[in-house]
């Protein structure tokens, strides 16, 4: 009896050590731990039910997107990098220039039927630089509007055909202020970090930051001077504060506010802010014209940056299944973000949606998905600081009556920062 179990245990072991042999470690890092520690957690507890030859192993999260980028670059250079990592949207250009990333064109290429398994071309997009992919989208917010339902039916307004265009947001915004001193018509958080609800509404009429070949200011355009003029009328005719955006936040949940702009992974915050004090709905963002109207996807994507081959097979089947519908719907279920997953979406998350209909808002406009800009060059971060100190301008009210002049300045300093070559290195 003794022989058999001593037998028994040394096919065991035997066997463990056979499986630790085989199977390929995969290190992977993510930023801010405090919103995605645990839907990593649970993400790789599936994956390890379905891929037992790979082994993921998470590093020290980033704290922040920006941490994330600075350290994959010095990372580069002594060949430290994680074999995955996940990095803001608009971050995936620097390190492309930098030719850090694998390309994802011939894994893509490679699939079966990747189109059931809920990926598609709006996806890709996000992820692409020079036509070429490089990353696959994991956590997606887009710009919605968050409404405060009794503060729109004592203005009048019909809670079930709310405003579709910032004119009728702006009609009602305005006798919503009219309500008290104390009350908001409209928010409108401008300030988020690289100029993306300065590029939404851009995006929204079908407009560019730039041209083709990225050597001239192309947000000067009908599009721009639309999204100019709308910023300005938040102030002027709806009576938006100068608030930075916690104050915003602030304001709208302790019901001081009738309309807030800003993203939908502010929603769970939201939320639970508000806690039941009014009633929440959450709504489309204003005028985005068809066919050509699109809006910018912010959160974080996924990116292979082992230099190894074995590895990078290894590495695509993690990234697979992250993007992919059990990972996807995951991460929408411990998070406020919003998978771009359509399988996730139609299938794995369809009751989630109907149990939480403000969350489904934003998927409602997953079709509208376009990559947040990133502006060439060296001084590509330079100009979402010259981009916001104009906007500023006009929200703090200084120049809200001059919306066309303060286009025509924004234009000019961008364009004395562009590249001066023609297309700019990407």
Do not use: C
């Amino acid at each position: 009896m003794l022989k058999s179990w001593i037998a028994a245990a040394a096919l065991s072991l035997a066997a463990s050590a056979a499986l630790a042999q085989a199977q390929t470690e995969i290190v992977m890092q993510y930023p801010y731990p405090e919103l995605f520690a645990e839907t990593h957690k649970r993400i790789s507890a599936e994956f390890a039910k379905v891929q037992p030859n790979i082994k993921v192993t998470a590093r020290a999260p980033y704290e922040s997107y920006e941490d994330g980028t600075q350290k994959v670059l010095r990372e580069a250079v002594t060949n430290q990098m994680p074999d995955v990592s996940f990095q803001g949207l608009n971050r995936v250009r620097v390190l492309v220039d930098k030719n850090i990333p694998a390309q994802l064109d011939g894994y893509i290429a490679a699939e079966k039927d990747f189109d059931k398994q809920g990926f598609h071309q709006a996806m890709f997009d996000i992820g692409t630089a020079s036509g070429k992919v490089y990353a696959l989208p994991f956590a997606i917010s887009l710009p919605i509007v968050y409404v405060n339902l009794d503060l729109v039916k004592q203005a009048g307004g019909d809670p079930a055909n709310l405003p579709k265009t910032w004119d009728e947001l702006l009609a009602l915004a305005k006798k919503i202020k009219e309500l008290g001193s104390d009350i908001n018509g409209v928010t409108y958080a401008w300030d988020i970090t690289g100029n993306w609800l300065w590029q939404a509404p851009v995006f929204s009429r079908g407009g560019t930051m730039l041209n083709a070949d990225e050597t001239k200011v192309a947000f000067n355009g009908p599009e721009g001077q639309f999204a100019i003029r709308m910023l300005a009328r938040l102030v002027t005719e709806g009576g938006m504060p100068n608030l930075d955006q916690p104050a915003m936040r602030a304001a709208f949940a302790a019901g001081k506010t009738g309309f807030h702009v800003t993203s939908t992974s502010d929603l769970n915050k939201v939320t639970q802010m508000v806690a039941g004090k009014f009633a929440l709905k959450t709504h489309t963002f204003p005028d985005v014209v068809s066919p050509t109207g699109r809006l910018p996807a912010g959160g974080n994507v996924v990116l292979i940056l082992s230099r190894d081959k074995a590895k990078r097979d290894a590495a695509w089947e993690v990234v697979k299944f992250w993007t992919g519908p059990k990972g996807a719907a995951i991460m929408a279920e411990t998070t406020g973000y919003m998978p771009p997953n359509k399988v996730a979406n139609d299938v794995y998350l369809k009751d989630f949606y109907v149990k939480n209909p403000n969350n489904y808002t934003a998927v409602s406009q997953l079709a509208l998905l376009t990559k947040w800009y990133a502006f060439p060059g060296d001084n590509g971060l330079k100009i979402t600081d010259v981009i916001k100190d104009h906007l500023n301008s006009i929200a703090t009210g200084a120049r809200a009556k001059e919306p066309d002049a303060v286009l025509a300045d924004m234009t000019a300093d961008v364009q004395k920062l562009l590249p001066k070559t023609t297309g700019a290195a990407r």
